[in-house]
């Protein structure tokens, strides 16, 4: 035996016996095994945060941005002229007028003459009056004895009609000339046309003026507007004023940037143009503030608003019946939602929003109350994934508005990752609706 072995692999073509030797056994192996049987891969559910949807009416809040503008801005200017004698010491940039108190006076002599030479002037002018009056009297007896002589047409004459006239119009100018020239007198004190706060002041004590020269720049403190453009399709949303100027949205003016959160001031929609902005193709809505400066004592507590800023601006319209409010974050694609069915699979739905906020879109078919809407983010979203709720149960909160009274939700960081470890709480998913029940400057809660 060993020498047939030894033959067998001193033999050239021992090698391949050996390798086709291994070949059938390997295969007698393989036939003979037991089978192993077949398995599909088990899905791997994705771990999400789901809130449900609620149906309720919901306040529109058409967001914009605004400047800050004076409602009233006086250049103020002397009527008179002449030398400046009096200078309030608050006629300074700051300083605050009521309406009717004095800025300055322009040195008051040289009308005080004016009044008292057209005080002559009217005594003179009466005089003469009284003296044509009696003249008419005499010349009247006399015509009545020679009434038989005297033409008709000459009559006008002979009773000395025109001389009274002209004595008549004497007195009147004179009277005028005395009240122009007690006006010019009463202008030498130079008062706040409104309450009003000092913006600039551009003279100084014994200075000479002109008539027209400013004096100085006045801020009405009464009120503000706050000028804001808006796209034209969001008009329909905003009331506008009346005609006789009462009504028109509730609106509310924030400065995030420099304000406390949740800090606001209220105002109204005064009045809109009629014509697009060239530009972005938009329209310009103002909205009034009053008491811009929180001088008044119901405001002290209040920020007062400064003229050129920047302010955030909503708008309180009209009321959709019946709607599902949805933050734009879980909105995808521009018109998407994502949803999670009883079975735990996703659905990607496609909605029509009647109105689209800055921060909220507003749906009134498409979506239905108890609907779990996704607020977590899926890198990769595909129709009938398998999900998973954090926690095993829903989160806390809608996605609705409640009653559309007021429900301000806070403004969250984005959306959290796909199995990450931070929640979405009870904020309705995100949303924001309008509404006007809070005092001005409340935090909101």
């Known amino acids: 035996m060993k020498s047939m072995l030894k033959t067998i692999l001193r033999n050239r073509w021992s090698p391949l016996l050996i390798l086709l030797v291994g070949i059938v056994f390997s295969s007698v192996v393989v ?21 449900p949807l609620e149906v309720a009416d ?18 103020l200017q002397a009527q008179v002229g002449g030398q400046v004698t009096y200078v309030s010491p608050v006629l300074i940039p700051g300083g605050r007028f009521a309406e ?15 009044v008292r030479q057209r005080e002559s002037d009217v005594a003179r002018a009466e005089q003469a009056l009284k003296l044509e009056e009696s003249q008419q009297g005499i010349a009247r007896r006399e015509y009545e004895l020679m009434a038989d002589v005297i033409d008709e047409g000459d009559a006008e004459l002979v009773l000395r009609g025109p001389q009274l006239e ?9 009277l005028a000339a005395l009240e122009q020239a007690r006006l010019n007198l009463e202008r030498t004190a130079v008062v706040a046309p409104m309450n009003a706060i000092v913006e600039d002041r551009l003279v100084d004590r014994g200075g000479i003026v002109a008539a027209n020269t400013v004096l100085a720049t006045l801020l009405g403190t009464d009120a503000c507007w706050v000028e804001t453009l808006v796209p034209a399709d969001n008009l329909v949303w905003i009331d506008s004023p009346r005609a006789d100027g009462s009504g028109g949205s509730v609106a509310r003016v924030r400065q995030d940037a420099v304000w406390d959160e949740g800090v606001w001031r209220k105002g109204r929609v005064l009045g809109r143009s009629r014509s697009l902005d060239a530009q972005g193709r938009m329209v310009r809505v103002i909205v009034e503030v009053s008491d811009p ?28 019946a ?3 409010v949805v933050d734009r974050r879980y909105v995808h694609d521009g018109n998407k939602v994502w949803l999670m069915d009883s079975d735990g699979n996703l659905r990607i739905r496609t909605i029509e929003p009647v109105y689209t906020g800055e921060e909220q879109v507003f749906v009134t078919d498409g979506l239905a109350a108890g609907e779990r809407l996704v607020t977590s983010y899926l890198s990769a979203a595909v129709e009938g994934m398998p999900l998973s709720v954090k926690g095993g149960a829903g989160a806390e909160g809608g996605a609705g508005a409640e009653g559309g009274a007021g429900a301000k939700g806070g403004k969250e960081g984005p959306p959290s990752e796909e199995g990450s470890d931070g929640s979405q709480s009870g904020d309705a998913a995100g949303v924001r609706v309008g509404g006007d029940g809070e005092a001005e400057g409340v935090k909101s809660r």
């Open 293 to 320: 400066f929180s001088l008044r004592r119901a405001n002290a507590a209040v920020p007062a608003l400064l003229m050129g800023s920047f302010v955030d601006v909503e708008m309180l319209g009209q009321t959709i």
């Open 100 to 114: 009717g108190d004095t800025l300055l006076r322009i040195d008051p002599r040289e009308y005080e003459f004016a």
């Open 58 to 75: 919901a306040q529109v809040a058409v967001e914009a941005l605004g400047t800050v503008q004076p409602a009233l801005e006086v250049g």
């Open 31 to 51: 036939a003979t095994g037991p089978d192993a049987p077949r398995r599909r891969p088990q899905r791997q559910a994705r771990l999400v945060e789901v809130v």
């Open 166 to 174: 002209t004595a008549r119009a004497a007195y009147d100018a004179a």
């Open 322 to 324: 019946d709607a599902v």
